[in-house]
C-alpha cells in the first residue's frame, strides 16, 4: 500500500470513535464526522477513501503496539 498521509485533525476523530466504541457508546454523530472527513481528505488528495480510512484505523488501534 502506497504511504498515506493522515492529519491529525483526523486521528483526534478516529480516537474518538475507537474510545465511544472501546466503551459500547458510538454515536451516530462521531461516527459521520469520522467519515465525512475520511473522505473529504480521500478526495482532495485522490486517493482511497478505503485506503485512507484503514491507515487511520491502523494508525490508531495499533498505536501502542
Known amino acids: 500500500m ?3 498521509e493522515i ?3 483526523l486521528l483526534v476523530l478516529e480516537r474518538a470513535s475507537w474510545a465511544e466504541q ?3 457508546r458510538l ?3 462521531t461516527a459521520e464526522a469520522v467519515q465525512k472527513a475520511v473522505s473529504e481528505h480521500a ?3 485522490k486517493v ?3 485506503a485512507v480510512e484503514m491507515e ?3 494508525l490508531v488501534r495499533h498505536e501502542n503496539g
Open 2 to 4: 502506497a504511504d498515506i
Open 7 to 9: 492529519p491529525d485533525a
Open 22 to 24: 472501546q466503551q459500547g
Open 27 to 29: 454515536t451516530v454523530p
Open 43 to 45: 478526495a482532495a488528495n
Open 48 to 50: 482511497s477513501r478505503f
Open 56 to 58: 487511520m484505523k491502523r
